[in-house]
């Protein structure tokens, strides 16, 4: 597809900062660094051609390296988002975050907001103080996608290494990488070179305005593990998490989802118990099936259809709110 014109006026975008590496420094000269250490402002004023794309607001909502990312920013965030992007004269969202989480905070969001506005998540990989550091030219193409019209109704996205992915889609695949994002099943949703977007399929998926969630209320989400399975596990950490009091439990099972025969008694007395049990995979890749070589309908599974585990913990929450019922609950893995 053509590169579209860019549009005529420059639209008013509110930037909500998180933190993340895309606002981090070295602290003492070694290799070491401090994520969430510059303001939103610091950042905005380190690229100046951002004023070329865009009337930009700002609002710091939390400042943290988004391994201590939870629920309660998610909440926040999100009411942030909405209240932003109520008002009729703005027209997207950017949020600056960490790139270990992001992932899972794009698709809460996608899930949570109901506006066709654009909200279009960015970090980096390099600190502000590293060499060749991505933030600047990332935050620069996450502005340009949001002030872009083309970008309205596409759910969603996240904006790094000259490329714009779904945020339902997008997976962290490397620890150090600037190309660290990919795609894990449906491809990207475009590319964006120095401002420039080339936008792909949009999604399929029901997301923002079409997501049957609702937020209004809601002060807490439901207690949802993950447990990663592995060869020789046993039933001690499902057992726990039941105990703990988890509404839900996620399985990264290998392969197509499986457990062995010790954890899969254990999750299947953790469904019979009411606890509402997830198989995804933790391949990374794939569609966990259900009742392929584990009898989901017997014991009251639900199968994770292409969410990762992580993914799969966010619609579980957000599912949680609405129904403990598998059934119900597999249909939302089916639709989201
Ligand atoms: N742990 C950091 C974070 O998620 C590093 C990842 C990054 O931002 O690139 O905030």
Excluded: C
Excluded at 131 to 160: K, Q
Excluded at 189 to 217: C, D, K, N, Q
Excluded at 277 to 283: C, D, E, F, I
């Amino acid at each position: 597809m053509a590169a579209l014109p860019a549009p005529p006026t420059l639209p008013r975008v509110r930037v909500l900062a998180t933190g993340g590496t895309i606002a981090g420094a070295h602290t003492d000269g070694s290799r070491s660094y401090q994520a969430a250490a510059f303001s939103i402002d610091t950042l905005i004023r380190a690229v100046p051609q951002l004023a070329t794309l865009a009337r930009l607001e700002v609002e710091q909502v939390a400042a943290l390296g988004s391994q201590d990312m939870n629920e309660a920013v998610w909440l926040k965030l999100a009411a942030r988002a909405q209240a932003a992007l109520a008002e009729p004269d703005v027209a997207a969202v950017v949020i600056t975050h960490g790139t270990d989480t992001m992932e899972e905070t794009g698709y809460f969001l996608n899930l949570t907001v109901p506006s066709d506005k654009p909200i279009v998540l960015v970090g980096a990989m390099r600190p502000a103080t590293e060499i060749s550091a991505d933030g600047p030219m990332n935050l620069y193409n996450a502005v340009a996608v949001a002030a872009h019209p083309g970008a309205r109704g596409r759910g969603v996205l996240v904006v790094a290494n000259d490329e714009i992915h779904f945020a339902r889609e997008v997976a962290k695949t490397n620890t150090t990488q600037v190309g660290t994002f990919k795609a894990t099943h449906r491809g990207l949703a475009g590319l964006v070179h120095a401002g420039r977007l080339h936008l792909y399929a949009p999604p399929v998926r029901r997301h923002t305005t079409a997501s049957e969630f609702s937020l209004a209320g809601v002060t807490a989400l439901p207690r949802v593990d993950i447990v990663y399975a592995h060869a020789g596990m046993g039933r001690e950490l499902i057992d726990a998490a039941v105990r703990a009091g988890a509404k839900g439990l996620v399985i990264a099972g290998v392969g197509d989802g499986n457990l062995n025969a010790v954890a899969l008694a254990a999750a299947a007395a953790a469904a019979r118990a009411g606890v509402a049990v997830v198989r995804s995979s933790r391949t990374g890749g794939g569609v966990v099936e259900r009742n392929l070589e584990v009898d989901d309908d017997a014991l009251g599974f639900i199968a994770a259809d292409e969410l990762n585990p992580q993914k799969a913990r966010v619609l579980l929450m957000l599912g949680l709110t609405r129904t403990s019922d598998p059934r119900g609950l597999q249909e939302m893995f089916f639709t989201y």
